[in-house]
């Protein structure tokens, strides 16, 4: 899931002009026009992009972050939430519970097209099988760690309710990377993707890595408020 998903509570980590390249923000650091196109090329050819479900997968992959993106943005302006349920904490406990759900259906989708479309024998190798269940277990720390830092309204989109922290979270994960759910989440898929020596799995986690950049500098840009909140580098994408 979720992401910043855009956001929770006011957490950007300090500006500062000189300072190093996330390690773990490390996806979203990736030159992709360096990529070498060749190897792309041989990994579409295992892939059946007239998919049905293939489709579908994508689909839930561009919907969600501009699901929530939307959605916390015309609560910040109109409050309707807030009032629709009376408490803007219970307001931001629901749409963090369709967050979740729509994330959970967004990897089960993920998960049949991996588990239907064929594999890729250069992928089908103990030492890409043992590569992935790593990237799983960095990718789970990242995000079990970022949620507990920020707790449920922190991650999903609290400051768009007028939910914030006392002081911005800058321990772990945060001290690796300004967006730890979402690459947390983008490794989980990256790793699934490898455990199972799918090539439709990576297109996928390259749709999943390439929306939530776009969806980080859109998250990024302050809101016009008194109070300036912008958008956090939290994520309920998981």
């Known amino acids: ?18 300072s190093l ?6 996806l979203g650091n990736i030159d992709y026009s360096k990529m070498d196109l060749k190897v792309f090329d041989q990994v579409l050819k295992h892939i059946n992009v007239h998919d049905p479900n293939f489709h579908i997968a994508v689909i839930a992959i561009i919907f969600n972050p501009l699901f929530w993106n939307l ?21 931001c406990y629901f749409l963090g519970s369709v967050i979740l759900l729509l994330n959970v259906y967004r990897s089960h989708s993920m998960a049949i097209v991996m588990k239907s479309q064929a594999k890729w024998e250069l992928l ?17 720390l990242l995000v079990v760690s970022s949620f507990l830092a920020l707790g449920f309204t922190g991650t999903f989109l609290g400051d768009y309710f007028g939910i914030v922290m006392d002081e911005k979270v800058t321990g772990f994960p945060f001290s690796l990377t300004a967006n730890p759910m979402y690459w947390g989440s983008t490794a989980n898929y990256l790793g699934f993707a490898l455990i199972g ?7 996928l986690t390259a749709i999943v890595a390439l929306v939530y950049k776009i969806a980080i500098r859109f998250e990024g840009v302050k809101m016009d408020s ?10 309920g994408t998981m």
């Open 71 to 91: 959605v916390a943005r015309w609560e910040h302006r109109t409050h309707k939430l807030s009032e629709m349920f009376g408490s803007p904490y219970l307001a």
């Open 197 to 203: 020596a799918s090539p439709a799995g990576l297109v």
């Open 1 to 18: 899931m979720s992401c910043k998903p855009a956001g929770g509570v006011s957490n950007n980590l300090p500006e500062n002009k000189h």
């Open 226 to 235: 008194k109070q300036e909140e912008c958008a956090c580098n939290s994520s």
């Open 124 to 140: 089908d190798s103990n030492e890409v099988f043992h590569m992935g269940v790593l990237l799983v277990a960095v990718g789970s």
């Open 21 to 26: 390249l996330d390690c773990c923000g490390g």
